[in-house]
């Protein structure tokens, strides 16, 4: 066997035997779809758009807890601004999801990806969600932290993510804070492909 074929071989093991924790860090994100692939959308008068909020723990793999906020979250004015309806994976969840919500599970959510909500936004005004609209998971008001607590009720700090909304640029999301670009596409990664894995 040539030197050459070993030395692919090798570097195709290594590859394989990574682990996805020791490449991907922990976060949660807010995405258009519930595969937490697509992190930007445009969202039009009468028309329903659903957001994501997804959970990626490769490293602490289990979670039975989430507590966050979401900045510049739009709320729910009602008619004839727009309405927006919740529905969480747990019964048991409390707070605003724009100063600090909090969400528990009875039995243990398993990852990488786990879904922690479901929001249906239905736009009546066009000003209330305008053009390069911005939202982002951020620390609570109240427990000034983005936490996942694990399986055995251990908090852990986990990074927040974006999403965005109308852009003039669609390259104007590829911020640093768009978990998906700015984590996994910086590393030379195909999010696709961690995504297939599962």
């Known amino acids: 066997m040539s030197t050459r074929i070993v030395i ?51 490293n602490i793999a289990q979670m039975t807890g989430a507590r966050f906020k979401i900045e510049n979250w739009p709320g729910d004015p009602g ?8 529905y969480p994976t747990s019964d048991q969840w409390s707070g605003d999801l724009s100063t600090d919500f909090e969400i528990t599970w009875p039995e243990i959510q398993f990852g990488p990806f786990v879904t922690i909500l479901r929001a249906e936004l239905l736009m009546f005004d066009p000003e209330w969600i305008g053009e390069d609209y911005m939202i982002a998971i951020r620390a609570g008001d109240v427990c000034h932290c983005i936490r996942i607590v694990d399986g055995e009720s251990t908090s852990h700090g ?13 390259e104007d999301c590829y911020l640093d804070w768009t978990c998906v670009r700015g984590e996994v596409e910086s590393r030379g990664e195909s999010w696709g492909l961690v995504k297939s894995l599962y």
């Open 79 to 86: 008619y004839p601004v727009g309405v927006t309806t919740l």
């Open 158 to 170: 986990v990074r927040g993510c974006g999403f965005c909304f109308n852009l003039s640029y669609p």
């Open 8 to 58: 692919l071989i090798s570097a195709v093991l290594l590859m394989v035997s990574t682990p996805l924790s020791a490449t991907y860090p922990d976060f949660i994100g807010i995405f258009a779809d519930e595969d937490a692939i697509v992190n930007d959308g445009d969202i039009i008068p009468y028309a329903y758009f659903n957001l994501y909020i997804v959970a990626f723990i490769p």
